[in-house]
């Protein structure tokens, strides 16, 4: 399959393979559990929920055993995560870009955590629209945050990570969203392997 842009098709190859086995231990899976046990305090009547880049499923893991009734959707590029989404029990799961996304589905949540940070910035308006027109109710997104636009070196490559204000964006561009909730996730926390994630829940008004 061929991507529009440098960063689908790294994420979708051999580097997004390797991803997988970098976050799969049980520490991580207690943090994210504990991350979005604050993340959905302010949420109410969440019933179904999509990630967008949902990698191997452990952010819908987690929010399952808080939210046990809702049903889960996931949106990922890497056919290998795909194999690994495909084993967990009721989740649907669309093996498609964010960027190439076509669904008129919506949903009470729709999320996205450490991956607009790896998309082409050039190519942000289209994955703001993508999260937006997913929700019917709740967007979270939980990504590296900084006031203005930076690059990065990614584990030796570049052009892979950009950290900016998504959440200040896609609130200017969307003006019938409001900033209910947002929370800072601090690699220093005495209990939990966070990653200093920024998250923002923002929700249709």
């Not at 399959?1 to 098709?9: D, G, K, P």
């Not at 669309?94 to 999320?111: F, G, M, P, V, W």
Request: aromatic share 12%.
């Amino acid at each position: 399959m061929r991507y529009s842009t440098e960063q689908e098709e790294f994420w979708a190859g051999d580097f997004g393979t390797e991803y997988i086995e970098r976050n799969k231990s049980n520490l991580e899976q207690a943090a994210r559990i504990a991350s979005f046990s604050k993340i959905l305090k302010c949420t109410s009547k969440i019933s179904s929920i999509v990630e967008l880049g949902a990698n191997i499923g452990l952010n819908l893991q987690a929010i399952k055993l808080l939210l046990p009734e809702a049903k889960l959707n996931a949106v990922e590029i890497n056919k290998n995560a795909v194999e690994h989404l495909n084993r967990i029990a009721d989740l649907n799961v669309i093996h498609e870009s964010i960027l190439e996304l076509n669904t008129n589905e919506k949903y009470d949540l729709s999320l996205i955590k450490g991956v607009l940070i790896h998309i082409n910035p050039d190519s942000l308006p289209v994955a703001y629209e993508k999260l937006y027109q997913s929700s019917n109710k709740y967007i979270c997104i939980a990504e590296y945050f900084n006031p203005s636009p930076v690059e990065i070196n990614y584990r030796g490559h570049q052009n892979k990570l950009f950290k900016r204000d998504f959440a200040g964006e896609i609130l200017a561009a969307y003006p019938d969203l409001e900033l209910i909730d947002y929370g800072f996730l601090y690699s220093k926390d005495n209990n939990f392997q966070f990653d200093d994630i920024t998250w923002f829940l923002l929700e249709k008004k």
